[in-house]
Nanobody, 115 residues
Framework: QVQLAESGGGLVQAGGSLRLSCAAS????????MGWYRQAPGKQRELIATITSGDNTASADSVKGRFTISRDNAKNTMYLQMNSLKPEDTAVYYCHARLIVDVYWGQGTQVTVSS
């Protein structure tokens, strides 16, 4: 049973930083791709960053230059370093992993950025 657990969310002032973690119950080496999504109230879930098994990364324009996705295979954990946070980054952040055709989600962690 694959489980993903996010942590690291919280309340931060605009301009501040947070680091989200996504711990997997299995080795993450096998995942084809992992990523971070977010969903703000009243909005659709948005893909913001991905990292492949080959450590290729991509990010949405809205977070490019501010957020960095990474993974530590030895710890079975993926990270999202978020810098220069803005009030519009306020959302529930979810980690996601895909293994061939199977998709897994974490339960989400709230990030709130105050102005």
């Amino acid at each position: 049973q694959v489980q993903l657990a996010e942590s690291g969310g919280g309340l931060v002032q605009a301009g501040g930083s947070l680091r989200l973690s996504c711990a997997a119950s299995v080795s993450i080496v096998s995942f084809n791709v992992m990523g971070w999504y977010r969903q703000a109230p009243g909005k659709q879930r948005e893909l913001i960053a991905t990292i492949t098994s080959g450590d290729n990364t991509a990010s949405a324009d809205s977070v490019k230059g501010r957020f960095t996705i990474s993974r530590d295979n030895a710890k079975n954990t993926m990270y999202l370093q978020m810098n220069s946070l803005k009030p519009e980054d306020t959302a529930v952040y979810y980690c996601h992993a895909r293994l061939i055709v199977d998709v897994y989600w974490g339960q989400g962690t709230q990030v709130t950025v105050s102005s």
